[in-house]
Nanobody
Framework: QVQLVESGGGLVQAGGSLRLSCAAS????????MGWYRQAPGKQRELVAA???????ESAESVKGRFTISRDNAKNTVYLQMNSLKPEDTAVYYC????????????????WGQGTQVTVSS
């Protein structure tokens, strides 16, 4: 019912920048929180940053001051600007969104993107 399509991953040298985008489409009435998670080989998936529909953000300590999350509610799109990238930022980055499909009811459903690879070389 909802698709999240990520883009913007790739290979970059340490100290470089990348901007990830994630667009949600489908049966969407509203989206509350949108976020970015990452999973490195052999590690658990972890929250990178999240943003509410009102613009309140939270982020992992490891990325504070380097990564910025933002969203365009009209486009159902969330962005992650990643600066000063480090080799330890290498991971598959996943977009997440809580979606309400209709006006009726109060339930929000969790959706995930397919993931985009970010590789930072030293």
């Amino acid at each position: 019912q909802v698709q999240l399509v990520e883009s913007g991953g790739g290979l970059v040298q340490a100290g470089g920048s990348l901007r990830l985008s994630c667009a949600a489409s489908g049966t969407i009435f509203s989206i509350n929180t949108m976020g970015w998670y990452r999973q490195a080989p052999g590690k658990q998936r972890e929250l990178v940053a999240a943003i509410t529909s009102g613009g309140r953000t939270e982020s992992a300590e490891s990325v504070k001051g380097r990564f910025t999350i933002s969203r365009d509610n009209a486009k159902n799109t969330v962005y992650l600007q990643m600066n000063s990238l480090k080799p330890e930022d290498t991971a598959v980055y996943y977009c997440n969104a809580g979606v309400k499909h209709t006006y009726y009811g109060t339930a929000y459903y969790d959706y995930w993107g397919q993931g985009t690879q970010v590789t930072v070389s030293s």
